[in-house]
């Protein structure tokens, strides 16, 4: 079982997709995203999610990612932060996103 300071630290944020393209170099069909954090500024990620979305549909978009985890190679791309996504139970990952606009960068509580 995680503890809440566990949870706590954890840097969940809400960012905006500003750009979305195809990752070539990953196995299973991946997107590269980058996304606005506000005051954090942009990063990047690559995000499996191209069972349900299309590069133009996440343009605009707001996403909640985990920030502070440390970069790493993904796919011949460098992904700063995961982007939250959830199995339907079909295989096919929904994105989690703000029920309502919200500021970038704003912490999940």
């Given at each position: 079982?995680?503890?809440?300071?566990?949870?706590l630290?954890?840097?969940?944020?809400?960012g905006?997709?500003?750009?979305?393209?195809?990752?070539?170099?990953?196995?299973?069909?991946?997107?590269?995203?980058?996304?606005?954090?506000?005051?954090?500024?942009?990063?990047?990620?690559?995000?499996?999610?191209?069972?349900?979305?299309?590069?133009?549909?996440?343009?605009?978009?707001?996403v909640?990612?985990?920030?502070?985890?440390?970069?790493?190679q993904?796919?011949?791309?460098?992904?700063?932060?995961?982007?939250?996504?959830?199995?339907?139970?079909?295989?096919?990952?929904?994105?989690?996103?703000?029920?309502?606009?919200?500021?970038?960068?704003?912490?999940?509580?």
């Amino acid at each position: 079982m995680a503890t809440v300071d566990e949870f706590l630290s954890l840097d969940i944020r809400v960012g905006t997709v500003v750009s979305a393209e195809i990752n070539r170099g990953a196995r299973k069909r991946a997107f590269f995203l980058r996304v606005d954090f506000g005051t954090l500024g942009t990063r990047d990620s690559s995000a499996q999610i191209s069972d349900l979305y299309e590069t133009d549909d996440l343009v605009g978009l707001q996403v909640v990612a985990v920030v502070n985890f440390p970069p790493r190679q993904v796919a011949g791309v460098r992904s700063e932060v995961l982007v939250l996504a959830v199995d339907n139970g079909r295989g096919e990952n929904v994105l989690l996103i703000p029920e309502r606009p919200v500021p970038d960068g704003g912490r999940v509580s």
